[in-house]
T-cell receptor, first 116, second 112 residues
Framework: AQKVTQAQTEISVVEKEDVTLDCVYETRDTTYYLFWYKQPPSGELVFLIRRNSFDEQNEISGRYSWNFQKSTSSFNFTITASQVVDSAVYFC?????????????FGAGTQVVVTP | DTEVTQTPKHLVMGMTNKKSLKCEQHMGHRAMYWYKQKAKKPPELMFVYSYEKLSINESVPSRFSPECPNSSLLNLHLHALQPEDSALYLCATTGGSYNEQFFGPGTRLTVL
């Protein structure tokens, strides 16, 4: 069975501070995919980043960066120089592979509050 | 532009009403999903359609009836709902090799 844990319920920061969101996952599959989604108050889930189990290269995309470590089953996400518009709930999600139309297992979500 | 659209944005219905939620995707994807999301919780999968056939039903009560008329459209027919069914209903689609799902803006449903 797959499981995703986001231990941080809420993080509050002042604008321009960096925010790091933790995600720990469990899966028995060797092929799997990890994602981060953002859900602002409007409700729409916005896809942010993805990583597959064979690619541990960490990347930076604009103000977003992620740190994928298979050894610790972690997929952490960082927002650099936070802005008020970053205020949202962030979900980490796992999909087991095999090329199927897989289920997304979401973590509980972390509420990020950025104040001016 | 939003490539997954959902209508209506908001819906209020009584327990004896029949209504439908609609989802349309313009991404050419072959799998579509319905999720239910209660406040302060992650989305919960309800149904998956792949190539217009129902492939996953997560033991959803029969008062929710999905329909996939074609590869671009997904409906969720609602009948005799309960107040606890009030939630945000999200449609998603996927077609990429990473199984990343793209979501619509959702329908906020209130059952009185």
């Amino acid at each position: 069975a797959q499981k995703v844990t986001q231990a941080q319920t809420e993080i509050s920061v002042v604008e321009k501070e960096d925010v790091t969101l933790d995600c720990v996952y469990e899966t028995r599959d060797t092929t799997y995919y990890l994602f981060w989604y953002k859900q602002p108050p409007s409700g729409e889930l916005v896809f942010l980043i993805r990583r597959n189990s064979f690619d541990e290269q960490n990347e930076i995309s604009g103000r977003y960066s992620w740190n994928f470590q298979k050894s610790t089953s972690s997929f952490n996400f960082t927002i650099t120089a936070s802005q008020v518009v970053d205020s949202a709930v962030y979900f980490c999600a796992l999909s087991e592979g095999g090329g199927s139309w897989g289920k997304l297992q979401f973590g509980a979500g972390t509420q990020v509050v950025v104040t001016p | 532009d939003t490539e997954v659209t959902q209508t209506p944005k908001h819906l209020v219905m009584g327990m004896t009403n029949k209504k439908s939620l609609k989802c349309e995707q313009h991404m050419g994807h072959r799998a579509m999903y319905w999720y239910k999301q209660k406040a302060k919780k992650p989305p919960e999968l309800m149904f998956v359609y792949s190539y217009e056939k129902l492939s996953i039903n997560e033991s959803v009560p029969s008062r929710f009836s999905p329909e996939c008329p074609n590869s671009s459209l997904l409906n969720l027919h609602l009948h005799a709902l309960q107040p606890e069914d009030s939630a945000l209903y999200l449609c998603a689609t996927t077609g990429g090799s990473y199984n990343e799902q793209f979501f619509g803006p959702g329908t906020r449903l209130t059952v009185l």
